[in-house]
């Protein structure tokens, strides 16, 4: 039983690091990019690869996942970030479609639909840490929580004030004689490694790798975490993912007959989603600042 | 060699006109209410789904099934329109996005507790292809319709937007709502016509998904996707972008598999090489200033 | 900075932690598999999604079976009794399944999963645990080293692919492949294409794609001997072959296992009767006992059971099931059922009589199939 109740803490915690990076560019900056999971994805391949062919461990690959899909942000901003609004939304969605297809095909390095088996547990100082245990819990909220509170800098730093400015009104940033693209730019990178981090953490957990992980519920997902909580609101990202889990989970202790529990969850996901929009526009986290 | 380019230009061609008919809807929502339909896709799989539930359960002759298939998506457009997006009209155009996506995955669940998720075919009968221009090409009469009615339908809409009244109050609420309503253009006039003609339009362009393929609960999803690439290709708004668009889509999925240059397994991944590739050198869509029939 | 609004937080946040605890402690309560009440075990099947239709054979077979032994006293005396889990078909989410399989249920054996992604997602975390994975259906090479509890009785792919590529090698030369990107149907294909000493032209296709009228233009412009339709369910099948249909299609087609459904070749059975189908399977002898299970099936559930073979393997896995918890002492002692497995030999049953190797593996084969427009018999060559 606590072994359930630890895997909810996992994968929780994971999502709380995805969502609260893509609150960064998506809440934060107000970059409209439904390709978010790519970042996640690479980061989620780059430490598969290194470990299942190069044989590098936990520590090192949280810090190559971070690396590399920061590096692939800068390429995709460089390629995406001219565009606002819908067009980057219908871009980003796009490549997010075309990550999944190369991730499909390119064989050699992803081993395609087969996925990436044999993935190690995560090691620290010589001692593997079994998936849910308290030592993996610890080692992962321990994670989490390190990178959140430097995220949380981040949101209360004078970049991020320059971002929630960009949001607010890009032209105005710009005559204030901000360099609006670069800010947008590290932004994108930032979110990315941190997704990248959070890809990684899912692939020493979960063992197995395969490109459903660029998949469009995934995505779905995602977007609802961020909005439902509260965009561009830090304590919004983390309500989001802890509700939209604890929803996600419910189906299957109600007793719905299986024919119809992946329906009802996406039926709550959706009365969630449109519920907040009507009541709460900006987020469900409004409703405890106003106090 | 030219009859297996003229059958990939005719696949791409009935490809091309499905994705028109569900890039036309979405493009006028996007020109007048400003944002985009997550949602059209499901509104495609509704139509879809009702016209095989007249046509094969209840047993009616196809046209009449199609009429009133088409008519109902109507209304489901309308009652959408007016429960979901009237009272968030006001609102950053995130938040009626946000609710289309809502939408898009609570319709799919209820055509799954509906429909179960098997897949199902529209009709009892087969139908079998006829030879077209001395047998160079094969088309099934589903697709004959579906590429003539969609270019009657494509003519329509312009005309509609050109030569009616309601039509050109449409344009002008695209091109300023306050203006609009200050020479007496009721706003929600404006939304009600745009979500039942573009739910109309999604609808037959539904059913003849279904003759193509067959019904699953997710079988709207990747044609709006595809929509939505020809909408932005084609500069969003723009009725005449999103028809060129489409095509553009359709006959370079084809013509590019088809003819081998690209392997199939990248298929899916086409509209938006195209689209990427075009934004990178023209952001503003194909016909970004020149060609927009909405926005002036 | 307001941080007075962290209060309200800290107690919502404090309110889940204690919903979730809460769900959890009442699951505990009911689902305790010590060694009084019902005899739980774990199910694992795709439930939703483009298989459900086998999901749904497989848990019909099961708690009909288990009926059955209940009735005639159950196992020690106690009712068999299975938990349900959706694998949906792919290992991620056959691995959360199992994850609530193992550590909430406790259960000691779990019968599946059908898909081998949901197999291969769940032998890792049970093979931890050590809990017995039995599967009657999932045929991929890989399950064959998954692990020493993990045990099936159905054949592996490494002889489908084989023998279809024996039969292509003596009446084809150049073939057409299509083949849906899944781990099932790219394992078939891989195989099959090592076996294979012609000429092929491969096509595939993702997943969520429907629109095969391109890649038939292109194959019926390569002048092929035959086609390969290597789908990952009868759904895809259905469409690919609506669609070859009115492209004209004129040549053999040939089918994997998955695709050689009887239910579906059915809508289509002129035009695959004319141009020849050829299909494989692990098909059942012919026997009283089957006829029977597959009558009081139609009866119960109002419908043909879909899958023929994989009802006949279901329904030994169960027997196998049954008869090893009879056999040991302590029905929570998964070393002594896994050795148990190991020395059940000669067992016999619908597939006649078959033992388990030291990979868990039987020594059932596929065979190759024809379809006569109403079902597919066995080949006569």
Redesign the interface.
Known sequence: MIEYFFSLVIITAIWALLAQSYNLSFGLTGLFNLGHIIFYGVGAYTAAILNTKYGWGFLENIGAAALFSGIFAAGFGLLTLRLSGHYLAIATLGAAMIASVIATNWISLTNGPLGIRGIDEPEIFGITIEADSLLFVLLYVTVVLLVNILLYKLFHSPFGRLLRAIKDDEIAAQAAGKNTFKAKTWSLILSAAFAGIAGALYTHYRLFLDPTIFALPEIIVLVLMVVVGGRGNFWGAILGTILVIFIGELPRFIGFPDSIIGASRNIMYAALLIGTMFWKPKGLFTFFEKK | MSELVAQLIWNGLVTGALIALVALGLTLIYGVAGFIQFAHGEIVALGAYSFMVLHKLVGWEIVPSAIAAVISIIFVGLILERFFFRPVRDEDPMVPLVISIGLSIGLQAVILIFFGPNILTISKKTFHSLSLFGGKILATPSQIWAVVLAIILMGGTILFLHKTKIGKALRAVASNRDIAEVFGIHVNTAMRWIFGVGAGLAAVAGIFLGFEQNLEPMMGVMIAVKAFSAVILGAVGSVRGAIIGAFLIGLSESLLVGLGIIPSGFTAAIPFIILIGMLLLKPEGLFGKRFTALRQ | ??Y???L??KK??LG?GI???L???Q??ETSKNSSQGPLQIGGLAP????L??LG?QT?NLGNLYAKKINAEGGIHGRNLEII???G?C???DA?KAT??LV??DKVSIIFGGNCSGET??AA??TE?KEVILFSSISTSP?ITKAGDFVFRNAPSDSSQGKILAEYVNENFEKVGILTQ???YA??VGNTFKEHFSGEFIE????D????F???I??L??ENLDALFINSNSP?KF??IV??L????WSKPIFLNEISSNAESAR??SDFLTEVGTVGVNFLPPKSEELKNTLQEYTDKFGHEAPYESYLAATIDGMKIIAQVLQEVDDPNDTKAIRDALYNTQNFSGLFGTYSFDENGDVNISHQLLSFDGENFIPLQE
């Open positions: 900075m307001k007075d609004f962290l309200p937080m919502l946040f889940l919903a979730f605890l769900i959890g402690c699951q505990q439930l939703t999604g483009d459900a239709s749904t848990k349900w889990e959706d949906k792919n290992p991620g691995a994850q609530k550590n909430i291969l997602g890792p975390i931890k890989e990107q899944t781990d790219v394992g096509e595939s296709f993702l969520n794609e429907s629109d009228k391109t890649r233009t292109k019926k412009g759904q259905e469409i609506k669609q249909q009115e492209q004209n809508k289509y």
